[in-house]
């Protein structure tokens, strides 16, 4: 289990009710589903030991969908954590009704996924946030999930 020190977010935590913490399907998703560009599928926590191998790393992932009726240009688009990772896409189209996959780890961009290109894992397994930013810096949408996950989300 990967877990930041950061303590003075742990002392926060700990003081907050139990069931703040838990996420039900109903919150996690956002009118922004209805149409257009979201978040879907999380996997959060890497399968297997936490070993840091780029296959690990790449183990990790978030799915953005758009089920938009039009092509949606990702360029400028970020993808944050609560603790501030940020992945900023270059140029990439994403199709009508598409899914493109943000790995952790190294790998070579095609259609479809894109890799952070980190060596250490971003997403929290005992509670995290994902958010989509827009260039302009609105939230597009978000995602959180608790320490009573089972490693993956579905932010739908």
Not at 16 to 37: D, N
Not at 113 to 128: E, F, P, Q
Request: aromatic share 8%; hydrophobic share 30%.
């Amino acid at each position: 289990m990967r877990i930041r020190t950061a303590a003075p977010a742990v002392l926060a935590a700990t003081a907050l009710p139990v069931s703040l913490l838990a996420v039900s399907p109903a919150s996690a998703a956002t009118a922004s589903h209805q149409g257009g560009l979201h978040l879907g599928y999380i996997q959060y926590d890497s399968p297997g030991r936490d070993t840091r191998s780029n296959s690990s790393l790449n183990a990790e992932w978030v799915n953005i969908h758009n089920n938009g009726r039009s092509a949606v240009q990702l360029k400028g688009y970020k993808l944050k954590d609560d603790t501030g990772y940020t992945y900023t896409f270059g140029s990439y189209k994403i199709g009508a009704g598409k899914t493109v996959k943000v790995r952790t780890g190294k790998g070579n961009n095609a259609s479809g996924v894109r890799y952070w290109g980190r060596t250490n894992y971003v997403w929290n397994n005992d509670g995290d946030k994902a958010r989509l930013i827009k260039p302009s810096g609105a939230q597009q949408d978000s995602c959180a999930w608790s320490r009573v996950g089972s490693g993956h989300q579905n932010c739908h």
